[in-house]
C-alpha cells in the first residue's frame, strides 16, 4: 500500500499536469499540507559487532574491505 506521502505526491502533479493543459481551473492540492512520513526506528551496530566485522575482514581480499569501508 503506498503511503500517504506518495499518494499526495502523485495527486500533485497530476493535478498539476491537469491544469497545466487547461483541463481545470485550479490545482485542489494547492494549500493541502504534505503528509509528514512515519518515522522510522534506526538500527546500529554495537562496538562489539563492529569490532568482529572488522577483524573478519581482514581476511577478505582488498576489494571486499574497500567495498565495506565505501559503503
Known amino acids: 500500500m503506498p503511503s500517504p506521502k506518495f499518494v ?14 487547461s483541463v481545470i481551473k485550479t490545482n485542489p492540492m494547492i494549500g493541502v499540507d504534505r503528509p509528514k512520513g512515519a518515522t522510522r526506528s534506526r538500527k546500529y551496530y554495537y562496538s562489539e559487532q563492529i569490532k568482529i566485522t572488522l577483524q573478519a575482514l581482514q581476511k577478505e581480499p582488498l576489494k571486499w574491505r574497500l567495498f565495506l569501508f565505501l559503503i
Open 8 to 21: 499526495y505526491t502523485i495527486l500533485k502533479s497530476i493535478f498539476g499536469k491537469a491544469k497545466q493543459w
